[in-house]
């Protein structure tokens, strides 16, 4: 089984930065692609963006291209998602998960980290 631990959410002004990490207990196949979530209150949880372990690859949702990014490091079984020029249509609890391959759904993702708060004024 997989634990993940997320940190670093808060308030932030829209236009501005914030990062928020995911440290995962380890990796095993199922562990293979590490994606970001988040829900919005009254809105169902979505993909925002994903990376695999081992290549690097990437995905992100549209609304998020060009200002998020999704760094990692292996050694630490860490990674982050650095949030640019926020809006205040970002505001979301946002969870980390892990999945045996780099998908945009849900049910493919199967351990999944209590969430932290990220909050844009604007």
């Known amino acids: 089984q997989v634990q993940l631990v997320e940190s670093g959410g808060g308030l932030v002004q829209a236009v501005g930065s914030l990062r928020i990490s995911c440290t995962a207990s380890s990796r095993t196949f199922s562990s293979t692609a590490m994606a970001w979530f988040r829900q919005a209150p009254g809105k169902e949880r979505e993909f925002v963006a994903a990376?695999?372990?081992?290549?690097?690859?990437?995905n992100y949702t549209d609304s998020v291209k060009g200002r998020f990014t999704i760094p990692r490091d292996n050694a630490k079984n860490t990674m982050w998602l650095q949030m640019n020029n926020l809006k205040p249509e970002d505001t979301a609890v946002y969870y980390c998960?892990?999945?045996?391959?780099?998908?945009?759904?849900?049910?493919?993702?199967?351990?999944w980290g209590q969430g932290t708060q990220v909050t844009v004024s604007s």
């Open positions: 990376i695999t372990w081992n290549e690097g690859r990437t």
């Open positions: 998960a892990t999945a045996p391959v780099l998908g945009v759904r849900l049910r493919e993702y199967h351990y």
